[in-house]
């Protein structure tokens, strides 16, 4: 029997959705910045903020984007296992879950390139997603903006 797991009220553009957790995945690898702080995932554009210490180079940005279109590509599986919060606190930062999660929570695993709690909408392996391309950035008061689209 399949845990059940907090409903959460969005149901996500699946593609867009695995596509944030790759450039969150991504961030947190090339510059050490945790996850992003807010998001906003639509289906034609989304946004990601992080704690930033300054703007991006017209060249990391554009290695952000082909990183994660290399990702895309690899055709990764995206798979999902289940365990309780005690079990996983070493690894997440569980202050970041909702008031009131359940026990059991969700990690999705996209690949070997990224894990992280989630009860969202994801795609079966990568190269569902498209092609990822960053629209713009922007930086204001330590947050770095990062607008993407799919295509």
């Known amino acids: 029997m399949e845990p059940v797991i907090n409903e959460h009220g969005k149901q ?3 593609p867009m959705h695995t596509a944030e957790h790759i450039l969150n995945a991504t961030m947190v690898k ?3 910045c945790g996850r992003h702080v807010s998001a906003h995932v639509e289906r034609t554009k989304s946004k990601l903020d992080y704690d930033f210490p300054r703007p991006l180079t017209d ?3 554009r290695t952000i984007e082909a990183r994660v279109n290399e990702v895309i590509a690899a055709d990764l599986p995206v798979t999902q296992e289940f365990a309780t919060q005690s079990e996983v606190a070493h690894r997440f930062a569980l202050n970041r879950l909702p008031d009131g999660a359940s026990e059991t929570v969700r990690i999705v695993h996209v690949g070997d390139y990224d894990e992280c709690l989630c009860a969202g909408d994801h795609v079966e392996h990568t190269a569902q997603i498209g092609t990822f391309r960053i629209s713009s950035t922007r930086y204001q ?3 770095l903006r ?3 689209r799919l295509s």
């Open 12 to 14: 996500e553009y699946r």
């Open 59 to 61: 060249e990391e940005t």
């Open 141 to 143: 008061d330590g947050r």
């Open 30 to 32: 090339m510059f050490g």
């Open 146 to 148: 990062i607008v993407f």
